[in-house]
Nanobody, 121 residues
Framework: QVQLVESGGGLVQTGGSLRLSCAASGSIFSINAMGWFRQAPGKQRELVATSTSSGTTFYADSVKGRFTISRDNAKNTVYLQMNSLKPEDTAVYYC???????????????WGQGTQVTVSS
């Protein structure tokens, strides 16, 4: 069984910062890409940032220059440092990871339960 557990969400004022963490645990043989998505009320879930196992990163245009994704492969953990937050960043943030649970098993996507980020104006 694989679990992704997020932490670090909360309420912050415009211009503030938050750091999200997501730790993968359980039966893990290897982890490919890890990433963050978000879903605001009434909107579709959207990609925020991703990081490959070798450290290549990708950011949505809306967060470039403000958010930084990083990962600690030894801890199976991915982080999202969010600076200069805006009210439009308000959403539930989900982490996702492509995980191979064992030798010979296919890679599948796993999701965390989500953590609320609210930015007040």
């Amino acid at each position: 069984q694989v679990q992704l557990v997020e932490s670090g969400g909360g309420l912050v004022q415009t211009g503030g910062s938050l750091r999200l963490s997501c730790a993968a645990s359980g039966s893990i043989f290897s982890i490919n890409a890890m990433g963050w998505f978000r879903q605001a009320p009434g909107k579709q879930r959207e990609l925020v940032a991703t990081s490959t196992s070798s450290g290549t990163t990708f950011y949505a245009d809306s967060v470039k220059g403000r958010f930084t994704i990083s990962r600690d492969n030894a801890k199976n953990t991915v982080y999202l440092q969010m600076n200069s937050l805006k009210p439009e960043d308000t959403a539930v943030y989900y982490c996702s990871a492509g995980i191979r649970p064992g030798i010979g098993f296919p890679v599948r996507d796993y999701w965390g339960q989500g953590t609320q980020v609210t930015v007040s104006s």
